[in-house]
Structures are given as structure tokens and as C-alpha cells.
């Protein structure tokens, strides 16, 4: 588990050494890469309109055609990357903050509060997650806020009944109970000593979930219903593809290629990070 | 067994009435007057006070819940906006193609993930074992829209093999409006399927009951169709059980691809047209349906297997 540098390095050079993870580790590299580059890359504005070149074929000037309102494709493919990367993160930070807390609490704390938040989570669960996410967004509409929202709300019960298995596993382990003996606080106990022996899992899990979370984006956005237009996100593109399928496949491909070859990438590296860091989870999914 | 089953079918009461509560809570909590939403802005005071009268807006929030859980028992979850007609009437019409669909995709991606999965434990680490997993691994992650576009662009529009819009009629017609979906949706399960029944067939095979079987000079191939696929395809029974709501999540995608009728039509309808009573409608029955498949792939389970019933 990633506690100091030289086993943060051994995890990469252990995910490098396989050959799926090495694949995963280039196509999320390459990903992340355009995200954060992606101002420089883009040869085009990705929202600016040019009606004279509506819908051209793939060609030098605009690599991958342009759409009914003459936008780059391939400019608002590289841009689709940023966006789906700024819903993703945040969110599976966010449910795995919180799943963490609420987790810990559950598998530490007394057994009436460990019951309650159960429940709640398997309540959560219970939700079809895309009807939930439809229900949100009838509610109060779309927005890259509700997206964020209602992807942090659905994976926080994942994050929280890990957390809290692995925490009742260590509950009664000897340096806990010596800790408690000393007197020590709950707060210190599991911030200071249980969280570094379970957040090593939960990373393994938050790399599975960033594919199901820009898929998630990607099919609300492309319902309508998810980041606003003119936003290039991949969604999007597919929204207008959708409408321009028998004109021009460029729009479909161009967001639809990205979602599967993220969806790769991220399954791949979570994979093999899964593998390295802790075999035993193998089994269980 | 009994005791297990009433326990499991209580925990799935309890979660859908909390379930329902926040459902409740949530709508109640959204800024706006429901009426007015509803209404539009040009309705008249007296309109709206009747339509928050009918609705018992105007009773304490405790009670409204109260007064909703009554409709619920009665199977009345309230009345479509614009047509006037009963939001369950409306919900079950379209019910019907949903689960069609869903359960379509289900049976070929199971039948042939199992088969894959079955093929590839009784023949480890060869050609076919790699490249079964090669395709696994590469399916699983790929979500069921994306897919849907790719087919229908592919298949519907280039190729024209197969219809790209609408049910059909008639039982063929159908049919050949099923496949397109079906194959969507299905395709990451087959690849989720066999790699699960291939783990827990390597498991089963190295259990002394295969081994004794084989002593008796069981021929190997009906060792591994009926003694050990037998138990080694319990895992999919439960994995499908909890997969309802990914399939019923893709089957809404696929519905609106496709142009199917079905629920996720209905929702995003609704969505659009700012029909809530219909939105919520839909959620809830779509919730409980994924619950009590849910407990009762678990009842299933314990049924298979005994050893499960001591687990909560």
C-alpha cells in the first residue's frame, strides 16, 4: 500500500511489468495527457461555429470532419476528454472521501449507528442508478453539478461497505488495541492508523469506477441531460451524431471511440493495480 | 430457509419504504411550487387551488407522506399530468417491452458466457482460454450505449441487416427489432459471465465430488456438464439478480437509441415534457422491481446453497 515512495514506485513498476497494465497505464497516460494539454492540442476552437464547413468529411484541415455547425470534431474530442476527467475526478474523490468516513464510522463505531448507515447505503443501492440520476435531474436540471452530484451519491455506499469490511477485520487486531489502551481518540485511531491500511483498496476501487462515472457523463450528456451544450463533451457529440447518423458517422465515432478506449484504459489499470497491490481481491468480484 | 426468507423479504420492505421516503423528501425539497410547475404560469388562482387541494399540498409535510403511502398501498401513484389517466396504468403499458428487452439480453449473453466460461475452465491456458479472457477483460468495460450507437451505425444504417427504429409486429417483427438492443446490452455481460462461471468452474472442479465422480469412470465431458457446471453457475444466478438495475440502466439508453417503446422512453419523455408524476412513477417501480430481484436472486441462492443462509 502507498504509504511511501519507493513502494508507490514498486506498485507502478509491478503494474508496468504486466502487460495489460502497461496498456492501461499508456492509454489513461495518453488520456490525461490531452486533458491537461488540451488547450495547446486542439486545432480549432472546439465551440466555434463555421457554417461555411458544415459537416465535411475527415480531412487534413479538420482530421476527424466537422458537425452540422461546422465545429472541429476532433477539437471538441480532445476538449470531450477534459470535461469527462472534471465530472470523474472530482467525483470519485468526493464518494471515496466520504464512503471512506462514513465506512470507517460503520465498522468502528457503535452498532445502532453501524445499522443505520447499512441501511442507508443499501437504500442508495436500490436506486437504478441511471433512473436515479434521471429523477435528480428532472428535479433540479441539468447541470455539471447534478452529474457530479448524482455519481458521488450513487458510488459512495461502494466505497463505504469496503471501508467498513476492512475496517471491522482490523477493529480487533493487536496495534489498534494498543492504541486504544493508551487512550487514544477514535479520530486518531482511524485517521492515524486504519486509514492507511484500507485507502490502498479503495484506490484499487476508485480506478474501476472511473469508467462507470464517464460513461455515467457521457449518457446523461447524451440524453440532454447531462453538461450543457455548447460543452464538448463526449456525450454530446454523440447526441449530435445520433441526430446526424445518416449523414455522417464521424460525430458517433468520434464519441464513441474515447468512452470505449477510457473505459479500456482505466479497466485495465485497475486491474493490474488490483492485482499488485492486494491478490487477495481477485476473488471477490 | 423460511426464517432466512422472511428476514431478507423484511430488509427489502424496509429499504424500498425508505427508499420511498427519500423519493418523497426529495421532490417535497425542490424550490418551486409543485402546482405551478405544473400548471404553468398562466393558470388561474383558482386552478391551482384546486390542484393543491387534490394533491393535499396543503396539509403538513408528516401528513402529505402519510396520505402518499395510503395511494401507494392502493397501487395509485397519482395521476399523468396531461392525459389524466392513472401514472400505474401508464407504467405497466409500457412495463411490458422493458423486461422483454432486458430479458432477452440476459438469456444470450448467459447462455454464451457460460458456455465460454465452461469451455475455458475445462481447457485452461489454451488458445481459446487466452483469447476469451482477451475479450472479457476488453467487453466488460464497454457501456451499453456506446455500444448501441456503434451497432446501430454499423449494422442498422451501413449494413441494413437489421431494423434501426420502433418494436415491430407481429412475433418475427419483434424479434428482428430485438436483436440490435439485445446484442447492446448483452455484450458486456458475456465477457462478465464466462469469466465468473470459468473462476468458480476451476473451483468446483478441484472439490472431491469431481474427483470421486471421475473415479467411477464418469466420462469426462458429462463430469463437467452435469456435475461440476451444475454448482459452478450458482455466482451468475446472484450476479444477475443484482444486476437488474445495470440492465435496466442500459435498457433505458438502448430504448431511447433505438426508438423503442419501453420505460426509459417513457422517463425521458416525461423529463422533457415536465411530466413528474410520471418521472417518479416510473423510478419507483423501476426501484422496486430491482429490489425484489435483488432478494430474491439472494433467496435463490440460499435455496442452491445452504451455507449462504447464515450470512446476512
Known amino acids: 500500500m502507498a504509504k511511501s515512495r519507493s513502494e508507490l514506485g514498486q506498485i507502478i513498476h509491478g503494474v508496468a511489468r504486466d502487460p495489460l497494465g502497461l496498456m492501461g497505464l499508456i492509454i489513461v497516460g495518453a488520456i490525461v495527457f ?180 464517464i460513461a455515467l457523463e457521457a449518457g446523461l450528456s447524451f440524453l440532454g441531460l447531462g453538461v450543457k451544450p455548447p460543452t464538448p463533451s463526449w456525450g454530446a457529440l454523440l447526441k449530435d451524431g445520433y441526430s446526424l447518423i445518416r449523414q455522417t458517422p464521424w460525430l458517433v465515432v468520434g464519441g464513441g471511440l474515447p468512452i470505449i478506449l477510457a473505459t479500456l484504459g482505466f479497466t485495465f489499470l485497475g486491474e493490474s493495480l488490483r492485482d499488485v497491490v492486494d491478490p487477495k481481491l481477485r476473488k471477490q468480484r | ?173 419483434r424479434l428482428d427489432h430485438l436483436v440490435l438492443p439485445a446484442f447492446a446490452i448483452g455484450l458486456s455481460w458475456v465477457g462478465y459471465i464466462a469469466r465468473l462461471v470459468r473462476a468458480s468452474m476451476l473451483e468446483v472442479m478441484g472439490e472431491s465430488h469431481i474427483r470421486t465422480a471421475r473415479a467411477f469412470g464418469i466420462s469426462e465431458r458429462r463430469v463437467v456438464m452435469v456435475y461440476a457446471l451444475r454448482i459452478a453457475i450458482l455466482p451468475v444466478v446472484t450476479v444477475i439478480g443484482v444486476g437488474m438495475g445495470f440492465l435496466l440502466s442500459s435498457a433505458v439508453f438502448a430504448e431511447i437509441v433505438f426508438a423503442r417503446p419501453g420505460l426509459g422512453k417513457l422517463v425521458i419523455d416525461s423529463i422533457t415534457t415536465r411530466n413528474y408524476p410520471i418521472v417518479m412513477g416510473s423510478v419507483l417501480i423501476s426501484t422496486g422491481l430491482f429490489v425484489a430481484s435483488t432478494a430474491l436472486a439472494d433467496l435463490i441462492n440460499a435455496w442452491l446453497d445452504p451455507r449462504a443462509r447464515t450470512a446476512t
Open chain 1, 34 to 213: 490531452c486533458a491537461v494539454f488540451a488547450v495547446w492540442i486542439v486545432p480549432y476552437d472546439p465551440v466555434a461555429m463555421n457554417i461555411k464547413d458544415r459537416l465535411q468529411e475527415p480531412s487534413a484541415t479538420y482530421l476527424l470532419g466537422t458537425d452540422q455547425l461546422g465545429r472541429d470534431t476532433f477539437s471538441r474530442v480532445i476538449m470531450g476528454g477534459q470535461v469527462a476527467l472534471k465530472v470523474a475526478l472530482p467525483a470519485v474523490f468526493g464518494a471515496m472521501a466520504i464512503g471512506l468516513t462514513l465506512g470507517m464510522i460503520a465498522g468502528y463505531g457503535p452498532k445502532w449507528l453501524d445499522n443505520v448507515l447499512m441501511l442507508l447505503f443499501d437504500t442508495i443501492r436500490s436506486f437504478p442508478t441511471v433512473m436515479f440520476a434521471l429523477a435528480v435531474v428532472a428535479l433540479v436540471g441539468p447541470s455539471l453539478q447534478t452529474v457530479v452530484f448524482v455519481v458521488m451519491a450513487t458510488s459512495i455506499p461502494t466505497y463505504g461497505r469496503v471501508a467498513r469490511t476492512q475496517t471491522l477485520t482490523l477493529r480487533n487486531s493487536e496495534f489498534i488495541l494498543a492504541e486504544r489502551s493508551m487512550g487514544a481518540s477514535m479520530a486518531r485511531i482511524l485517521g492515524v492508523h486504519m486509514l492507511p491500511n484500507i485507502i490502498g483498496v479503495l484506490a484499487v476501487l476508485a480506478a474501476m469506477d472511473i469508467p462507470t462515472v
Open chain 2, 1 to 173: 430457509m423460511l426464517l432466512y426468507a422472511i428476514r431478507r423479504f423484511g430488509l427489502a420492505l424496509l429499504i424500498l419504504i425508505v427508499a420511498v421516503t427519500v423519493m418523497f423528501l426529495m421532490i417535497r425539497a425542490v424550490p418551486g411550487d409543485p402546482v405551478q410547475i405544473m400548471l404553468g404560469p398562466r393558470a388561474t388562482p383558482e386552478l391551482q387551488a384546486r390542484l393543491t387541494a387534490e394533491l393535499a399540498l396543503d396539509q403538513p409535510i408528516w401528513k402529505q407522506l402519510l396520505i402518499f403511502y395510503g395511494n401507494l398501498m392502493r397501487g395509485d401513484l397519482g395521476i399523468d399530468v396531461f392525459s389524466g389517466r392513472s401514472v400505474t396504468a401508464i407504467v405497466f403499458d409500457q412495463l411490458p417491452h422493458t423486461l422483454a428487452l432486458i430479458f432477452a439480453s440476459i438469456l444470450w449473453s448467459a447462455l454464451l458466457g457460460i458456455g465460454l466460461g465452461a469451455y475455458a475452465a475445462a481447457h485452461p491456458n489454451t488458445l481459446i482460454d487466452r483469447i476469451a479472457a482477451a475479450i472479457s477483460v476488453s467487453f466488460v468495460a464497454a457501456p451499453a450505449f456506446v455500444v448501441a450507437l456503434l451497432s446501430l451505425l454499423i449494422f442498422a444504417v451501413h449494413l441494413q441487416w437489421f431494423p434501426a427504429i420502433g418494436a415491430g409486429e407481429g412475433f418475427w417483427g
